[in-house]
């Protein structure tokens, strides 16, 4: 009869004493889900000293309305005393404020135009 040797559990890295799991950590990989930017909308208020067109032209230059939208933005504005003129991430909505507000300014129109979380 051959000699039969059982086999031997092999040698961890570095030599010595097989590793049992006593001690040992293990970390788990969670996946990690990016939420989407927060909305702000871009909004127009009233007063009554703006002419009409400037508003309009400034929805078409700023935030691209075509004369159909930016005049409805523009009654609405006149009638409701504000309104929506684009939902932009806050840097984007902020750009578009200081925009309108330089435009208004430049202008010498009393035009506000503010940013509100969406």
Do not use: W
């Amino acid at each position: 009869m051959p000699d039969e040797t059982p086999p031997q559990p092999p040698v961890p890295p570095g030599g010595g004493v097989p590793d049992d799991g006593q001690g040992s950590v293990v970390a788990e990989r969670k996946t990690q889900r990016t939420q989407p930017p927060r909305m702000y909308q871009v909004v127009m208020l009233n007063d009554d000293y703006t002419p009409m067109e400037f508003v309009v032209m400034v929805l078409q230059e700023y935030f691209k309305r075509d004369l159909e939208t930016a005049t409805q933005i523009m009654l609405k504005i006149h009638h409701e005393g504000r309104g929506v003129c684009g939902v932009y991430t806050k840097d984007v909505a902020a750009t578009k404020v200081e925009l309108v507000l330089a435009a208004a300014r430049r202008g010498g129109h009393p035009l506000q135009c503010i940013m509100e979380a969406a």
